[in-house]
């Protein structure tokens, strides 16, 4: 599975950086950075990867299979 | 700059911009679309191994079978906003023969059973087309009515999630690509969107083959494309040439150099820069060693008193304000990268300013709703490659351009 960022939604307020900072780190101006490049998420890490999904204020994130 | 070149040479071939204009004089040089069914379009689109000329080269035949496979009426959306400042190609092919983008039009629409087709182009050339699908259905001509659209002047207008908010009404600004118009686009129905170019190539292979197709072109990059030649040539225009025409060709058929050259952006806003080699094959294959590629047919011939790093700020710093109000990393990343590669190319060093253009480059890459910031990051590191010596020059306060130093 992988995390998608819908850009045109967030706001960059970077709630997710802080509940998934195995995967995200913040920009200069605060909008998250995969760490990878991609979004691959590891199986460990499912269940932080959906708790972030479910809090992001703006519902910019979402899992996707590709 | 509309004008299109004469006297072929070399491997100059005119085959979407010859023959006279006129629907009249299409009929007496093409005859009507022979009737064909889905499966035999895509199967002529594949073994011609044509590609989209919209800039990123997907195969035409997969997108037609991935909408005509994707379920329920699909729509076709022929694309002609060229956002492309440098390129004039899509306007000469409405200007000098819009019944071959028309045609192709019919047959995307016959290959995917599409139930509505759209054109959309710039303002000023609605009302010749509009007076022309009159005409053409009063031939008999067209299957599809084809309902016209407005393309706003602006970059990404033309980016093809743009193309499709743009006729549904919400603005020509791309959208995210969780769900992507092939299975939900126009009206919420598969869409296909393809470059106007694209689909003209697909009207005469319908009529001569695609084994005529491949007689253009290289094995592995088979046909002809529209270039947009300009900058240092003493007649820029539209050419027309196969792939892997030297470069040195098309600058010629564009009248030649009007002085030395030092380098040539080859793809467009978002393409990159290539040494001024003649006889570098504009093709997908010689051009993806310098990071470029034919993209959609841009040629733009650098002349050596002119300062690579100053002209790709400038661009840059267009590009820049071209940014469609959505994605945070865009909207900040490109006005930074661009006013950091404006401060290198005005000799305003400070340490570490190549290393901060090239990180900016690599922090806005791959984080839009479109790639207008990979494009944009791409030219700019192309630029850094190409001008590496300008680089190291400025650096010390000085220009090899302005100094004669080539
Ligand atoms: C910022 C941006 C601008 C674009 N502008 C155009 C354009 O003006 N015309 C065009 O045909 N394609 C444009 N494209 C490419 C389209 O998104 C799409 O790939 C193309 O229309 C598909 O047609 P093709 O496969 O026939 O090339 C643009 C892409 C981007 C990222
Ligand atoms: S939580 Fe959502 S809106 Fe906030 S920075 Fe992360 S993705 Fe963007
Ligand atoms: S990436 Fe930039 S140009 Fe593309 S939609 Fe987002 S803000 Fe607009």
């Known amino acids: 599975m992988r995390l998608h960022i819908d850009w045109t939604a967030c706001d960059g307020r970077g709630v997710c950086t802080e509940l998934l900072e195995e995967m995200l780190t913040e920009d200069d101006w605060g909008y998250p950075v995969l760490r990878d490049g991609k979004g691959e998420i590891p199986r460990a890490l499912d269940g932080a990867a959906r708790r972030a999904v479910d809090r992001c204020p703006r519902l910019a994130l979402k899992l996707t299979q590709q | 700059m509309t004008s299109v070149a004469e006297a072929p040479t070399g491997r100059v071939e005119q085959r979407l911009l010859d023959g006279e204009v006129g629907l009249d004089a299409h009929l007496a040089r093409h005859g009507r679309l022979p009737i064909l069914d889905s499966s035999q379009i895509i199967g002529m ?101 084809v309902t016209l659209h407005a393309a706003p002047d602006a970059f990404v207008s033309g980016e093809e999630s743009a193309v499709v908010s743009a006729i549904n009404g919400t603005g020509a600004v791309p959208a995210d690509k969780r769900i992507r118009i092939i299975q939900a686009g126009v009206g919420g129905a598969p869409t296909l969107v393809q470059n106007v170019e694209t689909l003209a190539h697909l009207a005469l292979i319908a009529r001569y083959g695609a084994g005529w197709f491949l007689t253009a072109g290289t094995a592995d990059e088979p046909g002809t494309f529209l270039a947009t030649v300009s900058g240092a040539v003493r007649r820029p225009g539209v050419i027309e040439a196969g792939y892997g025409v030297p470069l040195g ?31 570098l094959p504009v093709s997908r294959r010689a051009l993806e060693p310098f990071g470029a590629s034919p993209g959609a047919g841009v040629v733009v011939a650098l ?86 010596a300008d680089v190291v020059a400025h650096l010390h306060g000085r220009c090899l351009a302005t100094e004669g130093h080539r």
């Open chain 2, 249 to 279: 060709d098309l600058i010629a058929a564009a009248g030649g150099a009007t002085m030395p050259l030092q380098a040539v952006l080859i793809g467009g806003y978002h393409g990159g820069w290539v040494p001024a080699d003649p006889a």
């Open chain 2, 45 to 145: 689109a594949r073994d011609a191994g044509l590609t989209g000329r919209g800039g990123a080269g997907f195969p035409v035949w997969r997108k037609l079978s991935a909408v005509a496979q994707a379920g329920g009426a699909a729509v076709v959306v022929a694309n002609a906003a060229e956002g492309e400042p440098a390129s004039r190609k899509d306007r000469a092919l409405l200007a000098y023969q819009p019944n071959l983008v028309l045609d192709g039009l019919q047959l995307a629409a016959a290959a995917t059973r599409a139930k509505a087709a759209h054109l959309y182009a710039p303002k000023a050339a609605l009302p010749a087309l509009r007076r022309l699908l009159v005409a053409r259905r009063t031939a008999g001509l067209d299957r599809l009515e």
């Open chain 2, 303 to 388: 002349p050596a008193n002119a300062c690579g790093l100053g002209e790709t700020a400038r661009i840059a710093g267009y590009l820049a304000d071209q940014v469609a109000g959505q994605c945070g990393p865009c909207i900040n990343g490109l006005p930074r990268m661009a006013a950091t590669l404006a401060d290198l190319a005005a000799r305003r060093p400070r340490p570490g300013l190549p290393a901060e253009v090239e990180r900016l480059a690599r922090l806005v890459s791959g984080r839009g709703a479109c790639r207008h910031p990979d494009g944009t990051a791409r030219l700019v590191l192309s630029a850094m490659r190409a001008f590496e």
